[in-house]
């Protein structure tokens, strides 16, 4: 993916991508038969998405990947928008539900977090897309509904459940984001990361006078010698995800705090009566 730039989902007219999205409009109503299904449609775009990023898609270039002309494709989905819907609607529908480590909630979002990232780098265009207007197909409710289930029970409400995922889900997509970065930066200096720092780092060495900035160039050795890069993406997310669960788990603990302290405290059993002696016990 060259560059990064940002799409933004639910463009088109609501009542045609509902449609669409849930099968209620599958096929032109008028005309020969169609020689093709939304469905198919959909995997060539995502497929032209997957090779050569966003920015190559378009109504022209997925029929042409079909064999049509734009104008027969027009007559399956009205626009470039409703497609980029059933684009999200689809992958996100197809993502993989791993194991989690234990049934510890903790556990349950680190699994949803590491199937996200899974998907981004299946799919790396679907992180420069803002879904702030979801497609609500069923491919992303019944995404919704199975992430917001690792929060079920926990103390929180629905608001905050809701919050939460967002939470955990906006900072994968960051992270992609950040990695396609590198990636795009990697490919427009055709040089990797080791090979611009070796040619970067002796420069910048002669302009930077360590007594005037002293932590940053002990912090910034530091860390170019454990990534071998100015930034590594992998190290970015392992340590961001930690925090954040550890930001959640802030959160559910105070929750569960005020749960424990409005819960009615239940009255002590009366003490139970002295057993009395049985015979041949010596008296006390």
């Given at each position: 993916?060259?560059?990064?730039?940002?799409?933004?989902?639910?463009?088109?007219?609501?009542?045609?991508?509902?449609?669409?999205?849930?099968g209620?409009?599958?096929?032109?109503?008028?005309?020969?038969?169609?020689r093709f299904?939304v469905?198919?449609?959909?995997?060539?775009?995502?497929?032209?998405?997957?090779?050569?990023?966003?920015?190559?898609?378009?109504?022209?270039?997925v029929?042409?990947?079909?064999?049509?002309?734009?104008?027969?494709?027009?007559?399956?989905?009205?626009?470039?928008?409703?497609l980029?819907d059933?684009?999200?609607?689809?992958?996100?529908?197809?993502i993989?539900?791993?194991?989690?480590?234990s049934?510890h909630?903790?556990?349950?979002?680190?699994?949803?977090?590491?199937?996200?990232?899974?998907?981004?780098?299946?799919?790396?265009?679907?992180?420069?897309?803002?879904?702030a207007?979801?497609?609500?197909?069923?491919?992303?409710?019944?995404?919704?509904?199975?992430?917001?289930?690792?929060l079920?029970?926990?103390?929180?409400?629905?608001?905050?459940m809701?919050?939460?995922?967002?939470?955990?889900?906006?900072?994968?997509?960051?992270?992609?984001?950040?990695?396609?970065?590198?990636?795009a930066?990697?490919?427009?200096?055709r040089?990797?990361?080791g090979e611009?720092?070796?040619?970067?780092?002796?420069?910048?060495?002669?302009?930077?006078?360590?007594?005037?900035?002293?932590?940053?160039?002990r912090?910034?050795?530091?860390?170019?010698?454990?990534h071998?890069?100015?930034?590594?993406?992998?190290?970015?997310?392992?340590?961001?995800l930690?925090?954040?669960?550890?930001g959640l788990?802030a959160?559910?603990?105070?929750?569960?705090?005020?749960?424990?302290?409005?819960?009615?405290?239940?009255?002590?059993?009366?003490?139970?009566p002295?057993?009395?002696p049985?015979?041949?016990?010596?008296?006390?």
């Amino acid at each position: 993916m060259e560059g990064v730039t940002t799409a933004y989902s639910g463009g088109g007219d609501p009542g045609r991508s509902i449609e669409l999205l849930w099968g209620l409009r599958d096929a032109p109503k008028r005309g020969p038969k169609p020689r093709f299904s939304v469905a198919q449609i959909t995997r060539a775009a995502i497929d032209l998405a997957d090779a050569e990023g966003l920015a190559a898609l378009s109504m022209r270039r997925v029929a042409e990947r079909l064999g049509i002309t734009a104008m027969s494709l027009y007559t399956y989905i009205p626009g470039k928008a409703e497609l980029l819907d059933l684009m999200i609607d689809t992958v996100c529908g197809e993502i993989e539900r791993s194991r989690p480590a234990s049934d510890h909630w903790r556990d349950r979002l680190e699994a949803i977090a590491h199937d996200n990232r899974a998907l981004y780098e299946r799919h790396p265009w679907l992180a420069t897309v803002s879904t702030a207007r979801p497609p609500l197909g069923p491919g992303v409710i019944a995404k919704y509904d199975y992430e917001l289930r690792a929060l079920e029970g926990l103390g929180l409400d629905d608001v905050e459940m809701d919050a939460a995922l967002t939470f955990l889900l906006d900072f994968v997509q960051s992270c992609a984001r950040a990695a396609a970065d590198v990636r795009a930066a990697r490919h427009a200096s055709r040089t990797g990361d080791g090979e611009w720092w070796a040619a970067y780092g002796p420069l910048l060495a002669k302009v930077v006078d360590p007594d005037a900035y002293p932590v940053a160039t002990r912090v910034g050795a530091a860390a170019g010698l454990a990534h071998g890069a100015a930034y590594d993406p992998d190290h970015a997310y392992r340590f961001g995800l930690q925090r954040v669960l550890d930001g959640l788990a802030a959160l559910i603990e105070s929750r569960r705090a005020v749960s424990r302290s409005s819960s009615p405290r239940r009255p002590e059993p009366p003490p139970r009566p002295a057993a009395p002696p049985r015979s041949g016990d010596a008296p006390a």
